[in-house]
């Protein structure tokens, strides 16, 4: 094998920095050298102790990756740090995300105190988390369908030492139906690739007048990226809600992104 150049950028179509673990992709052509370019990147990155290969984006019911080991210490666990806030993450078991800490840290700022807020979709817990250090009077539940998500939301209520958000393990439509009572004034959906299947059980959960995040991949093929996603949000909506707001959370693919849509519910 040649000498491998220094930059190992060149050799890579994406890399996630979590805590202690970068998960890298590697450039097809340079799949074959997959080992000598995660030694050379372990050598490069300080903080870094553990490197895993990226094999598929977010998969299932789940929204998990698949990922395999490659260089330093084999352990999947790491603690992430934003805002202020430390969440305690299994990498290859639960959906994690560290793009999303600007999003997380406006609709924090978007909250008031004394607010009763529902995360839908809420993984691990930073969504819920971050407004909680910013709006700690706040009553927030959690919902989420995989069971190792929820247990790891556990661990990082307690390390964080909050105590104002409640954890439900299931599926969103069918605890919405059957154990929540109408009484929120903000509901988060990060759920993108499927949140427009709930935005009815959504409207339900708001008492009177609120705030639905609901976030969403959709396909634009002109310039006119939030003009035609709003229009295809809007039709899913009823008299009781509009669109406020809307913003490109990031290009996803070809024509593709993922969009924000801040929407005000009165009823
Ligand atoms: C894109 S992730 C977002 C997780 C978290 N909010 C974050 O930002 O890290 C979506 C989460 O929704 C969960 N999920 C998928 N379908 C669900 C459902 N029907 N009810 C509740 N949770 C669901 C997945 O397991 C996943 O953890």
Redesign the pocket.
Known sequence: MELLDKNYKKYLSGMDIIGEIAIIKIKSEFLSEKMEISDLIINSLKNIRSIYLQESGVKG???VKSMSYLSGIEDPVTIYKESGCQFLIDVSK????PR?SNERLRIAQLVQPDEKIL??????G??SIVISKFQPSCKITD????PI?SEYALDNYLLNKINNITSICG???EIIQNQLSPDFSRVIM???E?STEFIDDALTMIHKRGWIHLYAHLNSSDDNILMNCNNIISKELDERSRIASSRIVKHIGPGWYQIVFDIEVIK
Request: aromatic residues 18%; without cysteine.
């Open positions: 019911e789940f929204r639960v959906y994690f995300s999303l995360n839908m979709f809420a993984g691990i930073p969504f919902i989420e369908i995989n998500a599926d969103a439509h990060p759920l993108p499927k």
